[in-house]
Structure formats: C-alpha cells, structure tokens
C-alpha cells in the first residue's frame, strides 16, 4: 500500500490538524510522582529507573542526578520508524543529522546528547553496557568527526518497556563513554500478551516510501519464568531534495550524452530488508536467584548517494589539469600507440576532432568519455549485520558472612559488522576492463565484557541502611579489517599514465591494511550511597581502571539531594570521567572523498602514529578527560511535577579527527614510498589526534502535568534544553571552521511541548518541537555557512479503538511539512551555493524530507 492519491494526503493532514488544533507538548518524561492510575496512553510506562544507582530503582524524582524516563507506548506515537529520530523527538538535548552523502556516517548515523559526539554517550540494555558499531563517522558533520559508538537504531520501539536517559557524567559508574551520560533500553518482560503492528507511511514529496511490520509476544518459560520475542522488518525507499548540478544542466544543453536528469541526490538512502529480533528471557531458578540472558540479531541494506564525477574534470579519470586537457590512456601496453596528451576540452569534448579521430576511432587510446560520456556518480552503500547475546544470573547471598546481599554475574558478547559496497563507479587504471560495481572490504567490531557485582545495605544507625556496592569488570574489544575484492584496490595497467587506483570514490582495502586489532581492560569499582536523614541523601563512587595501551585513570563522582520539603527537593552531582580512544579510532586508515573549498579532492586518513601523521602533528592517541557538575530541584505540586537541572561539562583532549592538511609534493612523495597507494590524486591528509578542549554548558526544564480534561484523561509535557559549547583550546590542526562546526552547528535552543488525550475510543497526540538558531553548512564546505532561522515543526497522531485489540492510527511528522533552511543561490562571496544539487543545508536539525505521514493498524493480545 502507497500513497499517491493527493487527496488522500491533503484528507490526512485535514483530519490531524483539526483534531489535535490547539494540543502541545512532547511527552518525553513521564512524572515520576503521577498518580496510579495511568491512562491508556500511558499505562505501561514505568516510574522507576534502575540505571544511575546501585541501590534499589528508585523513582526519578527521588534520584540525586536527573534522569528522563520514556515510555514504550510514547515511543509507538512518535510517527517514525527509527529508534534515532523517537529519541530526537523526546529528549531536546538529543540531535541527530540525516547525513547525507556522508560515506558509512550515512549507514549508520551518529548521535549528539548535550551536544557531545555520539561515543561520548554510553548506551546500556537492560543495564549492561552496549557494543560500539563498527562504522567510524569519518564525514560526520563537524560533531561527530571520527565518532565510533554504538547503534541505536537496531533497537525497535516494541521491544521496550521503556528508555531511561541519565542526563549526568557516570564514567565513575560504568566506565569509559559516560561522559554526556547513559541511555538504558530496558527490554519488555512480560510472559503473556503482546502486539503486532503494520505501518505505512511516505513523505508529503510522494517519496520515501516506508513499510514496517512488527511484533512483540510474551510467553511463560516454564512456571517461574518468562520468554519476551520482538521483532521488526522495515523497508524505506529513498529520498530526493535536489536540483540538477549546473554543471550537469550545462553538459546537457551542450549536447553530452547520457548525462542523469538529475545527477546527484541529497537525501535519505535506500534501506532494503531491514530486520531485526530482539529477545528477553528471565527463569526464577529459586526464591533468591534468578537467571537471564537477552540478545539480538538484526540486519540491514543501505544505499546512497554519492558525489557526481564531471566527465571533464574529474581528476585521476578524464582530465588532471583542473579540465584544460583530456586525460588520455595508451593501451598498447608499450607506449607505441602515440596518444594525445594535449585535447583542449571545451564545452563538449565529444565534439573535438581530434577527440574522434586520435582516440574514439583509435584502438590504442582510450578516455573513459567513450565509455561514460555523461560522467557517472557512484552510489555507496553497505550491509549491517549487528548481534548480541548477554547470559547472567543474580540474586540474594542467603547464607554466609555475605548474607543479605545482592550479586549479578554475567557475560556480554557484540559484534557489529559493516560490509561497504560501492556501485556505478570505476577503477581508472584498469581502463575499459574495469568493472562498474565493488566490494571495498569490511570493518567489524567484537566485544567481550564480563561482570560481577556486589550490593549490600548496612545498617550505621542512619535514616536507612548504607548502600554499598562493588565490583569487577573485563572487557575486551577487537577492531579488523578485511581487505576487498582485488578490483577495488588494485594498481591497473594505466596507473602510471595518471590514472587513479581502486573503486573511485571509496577505494578498496588493500591486503597490507588488512589487521586485527585488540585491546583489553579492566576496572574495578565501589559505590555508596548513605542516607544520613530521611530528607539528606549523598552517594559516592569511585572507579579504577587498567588498559594494557595506554595505562589506568581513577575516576569518582559525588551525589547529593536534600528534600527542603515534601514537595521540594535539591540536587547535584560533581564527577570526572574518561572516554578512552576505540582501537579502530587508533589503527584505521582510509581513502575518502570530499569537498575542500568547492573543489572534490581525495583524502586520506591515516593512523596517528604514521610517520606523515606525526611529522604534521599527530601523536599516540591518549584518553579524554572530563570534569562535570550538575545541580538542580524537583518540585511536585499535586498533578504538576517540574524539574530544572544546569550542568557543566568540561573535556579536555578531546579526540576527533583533524581538518584536512594540503598535502606538499615532499609529502606525497614519503606515502608512495611507504606504499599508500593512488598518492600523487591524494590532495589531503587527516589524523585522528586529541587535539582541543571544550566546556559545554547548559539547562535541562521538565515539566509534566496530568488532569481530566475535554471528557476524558490529558497528560501535558514540556521539555526545554539549553545547550551552549565552547571549544576553549585548540591549533590549526583542529581548523577554525571546525570550531565553528562544533561551537554552532547544533540550535542552542530546543523545546517540545506535548498534549496526549485519552477518551474511550479515541486517543490523540500532539507534539510542538521548536528549533532555535544554528548554523547551516552545506558539503562541509566554509564558505556555504550561514545563521539558519530557528523553525516549529507540529507531530500529531489520532487513534480510534475499534475493539480492545484492534486501533487504527492516523498521524504525521512536520505536520505543516515545514522546510529546512534553503540555500541561498549565491553566498556572500558570490560563489553558487547549488553547484553541488543541495536545495536545503543539511544540518537542519529537523532533517530536510519535510512531512511524513503513515497510517498504522495494531493488534493487542
């Protein structure tokens, strides 16, 4: 089913504007002192959070750092079907950028919480720490430069019963990656009923077609125990906001042939065969222990698009001087053909006698505008393969000097694999053999990770008893890459006549950058928390932990909270923390694509500890450092519940990677002699490198209300995010405009505000999001920036219940099909913005399809 009736589309969006006219809100935290009654909407939503403490779960407002509870339901009205984007929706000071023509940034795409980069934020289920994914953001928009964490977006929304985001630094807790804070997707536990959902949706632009089917299934595992299966399969079809290239549209009206109507595509790519199952299994083996284990395995196809290759000046395939000349092949294998090397190019080459008498009708030479006269652009895509399988046991030591206290031992197993592929491209110097389509090679990441705990209370004559925790952590993660097809890598017969080598584009791995690379570390760990009255509670963790690369750091955090009355209550926290380096961050090197100054380069990334990476600045890469604070109050009042929470996070030596460094001749020369391959087309350089320091600073406001309203129940939220950074260290290796990137490219401002409406056979969501100011780029390119306009964009969805096990939903994102900011045609320096096809900047926080609208039936049991 597919919409392409426009009256259909204009009836929907008639239908959710006047029902939900006048709702607001974004429903991202669910008061964690609302009464027990809950509505439908919200019946399952959960008001305690384990993830935080190691004490008992306590509810969120009696927790001394703040901390956002999502509900499962909530997340199924967020209208989209990426785990990335319902997140975006409910949590301000979470962004996420579409990326598009973005190499593996575009598969699996990076996050920011509190304006962090993506491994900055750590990412449990149900509580144990989640493998990183293999992709390294090597174009991922400033932020996320070189960012390597974990895949949100395998997570579906129906296998959750809910979503906990610690809004507060807990490296002293879990270790390295907590520096902006933890999200912990608890997992649906329940051994009976479930759902299954069917979903369809497309952009208002009649692309992007979007099919999902879902469903969740709980089932006794003997008497004592459950088996809670999920599973999605979601296919989108991609999306296009561009022009034609005027450099295409010029080639065209010249008379080249075979040049695309519409030569290179800013949007969302293609995803193919998107499946994913999720399982959760708990056995009682007596009245004080219990079993567990949960895992996933979930697959994905990912194509898009990439960078046009103008067929008179792309360098390395038809012209080297910029597109004065020809770029001209002798296939004689001696050099006896006598081939031009002096064809002035001019508005079609095609046309130039000399062109069609010395090469198009001389078997000796060759020039790939015989066999790609329009020019091509290659089409990059990948697979995903993501699993994971943690198996634990925990409960109450009955016996012993131990006795009273709880355990949870357990082991975790994830591997993320991303194999790339590159289609419609060539690799030049083999000439007319070569092939159109590549498999460049694969990245994978392997992790181990083994846990005992220990939690005991103590009876010190205080309010409570003293919590104290302990305990012992082994991880061990692997980073490989595996060379790929020889195609892609290979140096042809015309590498010496100037021709470039491997896939253009992404060029393959080469055998010799085939590896494996392992680190391994342990920590160790004690945490208490002491309730000196019952209105004064403070905790206090320390955390020590051993790298066999580059040594140990001790890490502690401090927490506070005082209730000044029933209804008031203060807190803060002080802690440090760490994200150390991953080992593919340490060791990959790579060959990629992108634009310097309007003009598409080659770029290599190379190790830090390579000679030209340390010769222009690099060294071995070291831990970042963080220092951070929150302090804030929780107020009840009745049905209202409020929080307010500033935090301070100060990082230093950060890691990312570097801007691009010019390559000189000398330097060019010293990578062919260290046998990087294609380096006289290499225009470029980048490292990754721990080269400046931030502090990001901001305010975090929560509000929930709920009451009878209109004949039936509303719940209201509001959810505000300040967020400011500020790069206070930095050298040109960083680069000014990648300070700026970091500093502007995220609104400093965001807000939803939500008003969710139960009545009995009807259900309504309203969601407001506002954007505030930020900073527009285009093809990560200076001179396109600009100070985008702060914009509103309005979700909505309606519900009708047929019968108890059968609703039928309506609803839209960017109800008001919003735009992104456009371009402006030409930039302050008179240069065309859309050289390049873009009709919008791409960092556009709300993305820039514009509207979706789905429809959705959903079976309950």
């Known amino acids: ?288 222990s219990e079993f567990y284990m949960f895992g996933n395995y979930s697959e994905r196809d990912v194509r898009g698009g990439f960078y046009y290759r103008n067929p008179h000046t792309r360098p390395g395939v038809y012209s080297n001087d910029g597109g004065e000349t020809l770029l001209v092949g002798d296939l004689t294998g001696d050099m006896s053909g006598n081939c031009p090397t002096d064809i002035m190019i001019d508005d079609n080459v095609l046309d130039n006698q000399r062109y069609i008498d010395e090469v198009a009708n001389n078997p000796d030479c060759f020039a790939f505008n015989e066999m790609l006269p329009g020019g091509f652009t290659p089409n990059f895509g990948g697979n995903i393969t993501d699993t994971a399988l943690t198996i634990g046991t925990k409960g109450e030591i009955t016996s012993g000097f131990l006795e009273g206290a709880y355990y949870d031992l357990s082991g975790t197993v994830g591997y993320n694999e991303s194999r790339y592929f590159i289609y419609d491209t060539i690799n030049a110097s083999l000439g007319p053999e070569s092939p159109r389509d590549f498999s460049p090679g694969k990245y994978s990441q392997l992790e181990k990770n083994f846990n005992a705990d220990l939690s005991k209370g103590f009876d010190f004559g205080l309010a409570y008893d003293v919590n104290v925790a302990g305990g012992l952590e082994w991880h061990e993660e692997t980073f490989t890459v595996v060379s790929g097809d020889e195609a892609s890598f290979t140096a042809g017969p015309l590498t010496e006549q100037g021709f470039g080598i491997g896939s253009n584009g992404f060029p393959g791995f080469k055998p010799s950058d085939a590896g494996e690379y392992t680190r391994r570390n342990y920590a160790a760990y004690v945490d208490v928390e002491a309730p000196f009255t019952e209105d004064f509670l403070m905790g206090l963790a320390l955390r020590y932990e051993d790298y066999d690369s580059f040594g140990s750091t001790t890490n502690y955090k401090l927490t506070g909270q005082y209730h000044v009355t029933e209804d008031l209550n203060i807190r803060g926290s002080i802690s440090t923390g760490f994200r150390a380096p991953t080992v593919g961050q340490a060791n990959v090197s790579n060959v990629q694509t992108n634009l310097s100054s309007g003009v598409l380069v080659d ?98 406001a929560v509000a929930n209300y709920s009451t009878d309203l209109l004949g039936g129940s509303s719940t209201f939220s509001l959810a505000y995010n300040w967020n400011d950074t500020e790069v206070t260290k930095s050298s040109p290796i960083t680069g000014e405009f990648k300070v700026s990137r970091l500093e502007n490219d995220l609104p400093n401002h965001r807000a939803t505000l939500s008003w969710a409406q139960q009545w009995e056979s009807f259900s309504a969501f309203t969601r407001v999001n506002y954007y505030g100011e930020y900073q527009g780029v285009h093809v990560d390119y200076d001179a396109t920036a600009k100070t985008a306009d702060a914009a509103v964009t309005i979700d909505a969805e309606v519900t009708y219940f047929l019968t108890e096990e059968l609703s039928f939903s309506v609803g839209a994102t960017n109800l008001f099909d919003q735009e992104a900011e456009k371009l402006d045609f030409f930039d302050s320096t008179g240069i065309p913005n859309n050289n390049w096809g873009g009709k919008y900047y791409e960092t556009s926080p709300y993305g820039i399809n514009g509207g979706f609208y789905y429809v959705k039936a959903t079976y309950t049991f």
């Open 603 to 700: 770029s290599a990334l190379l190790p830090p500890t390579n000679p030209i990476a340390v010769q222009l600045g690099g060294t071995e890469l070291q831990p970042e450092e963080s220092q951070s604070y929150t302090f804030g109050a929780v107020w009840t009042l009745g049905d209202l519940f409020f929080t307010i929470d500033y935090y301070n996070i100060q990082v230093d030596d950060r890691i990312s990677q570097s801007d691009k460094i010019e390559l000189s001749q000398a330097d060019k020369d010293t990578l062919e002699a260290a046998g990087v391959p294609n380096v006289q087309n290499l225009a470029q350089v980048s490292f990754f490198t721990n080269d400046f320091d931030t502090t990001t600073q901001g305010i975090d």
């Open 1 to 288: 089913m597919k919409f392409k009736n426009n009256a259909l589309q204009q009836a929907i969006k008639f239908a959710l504007a006047t029902t939900t006219a006048g709702l607001f809100v974004s429903g991202s935290v669910v008061a964690a002192e609302q009464a027990a009654e809950e509505t439908k909407v919200n019946k399952n939503v959960e008001k305690i959070a384990v993830v935080g403490t190691r004490s008992a779960p306590r509810s969120i407002g009696d927790s001394p750092v703040p901390i956002d509870i999502i509900g499962g339901e909530e997340l199924d009205k967020g209208g989209n079907t990426d785990m990335l984007e319902l997140l975006k929706g409910s949590v301000p000071s979470f962004n996420v950028h579409q990326n598009p023509i973005s190499d593996a940034a575009s598969l699996v795409r990076p996050a920011n919480l509190r304006g962090l980069p993506s491994d900055s934020t750590l990412v449990l289920v149900n509580g144990k720490r989640r493998h990183r994914a293999s992709v390294i953001a090597f174009l991922g928009g400033g932020i996320n430069d070189g960012a390597q964490g974990a895949d949100i977006s395998v997570i579906p929304s129906i296998a959750l019963k809910q979503v906990e985001v610690l809004r507060d630094g807990a490296a002293a807790q879990y270790g390295s990656d907590a520096i902006a804070g933890v999200m912990n997707f608890v997992l649906k536990d329940a051994s009976e009923g479930g759902s299954f959902e069917i979903r369809q949706g497309e952009y208002y632009e009649g692309d992007g077609d979007t099919t999902q089917i879902s469903g969740n299934v709980g089932l006794p595992f003997t008497d004592s125990g459950f088996a809670n299966l999920s599973f999605q399969y979601k296919t989108a079809d991609a999306t296009s906001r561009s022009v034609q290239r005027p450099d295409a549209a010029a080639l065209d009206a010249a008379g080249v042939p075979e040049v695309s109507s519409l030569a290179q595509v800013w949007g969302a790519p293609e995803v193919d065969d998107d499946i994913t199952i999720f399982g959760n299994i708990g056995l009682e083996l007596s009245n004080s």
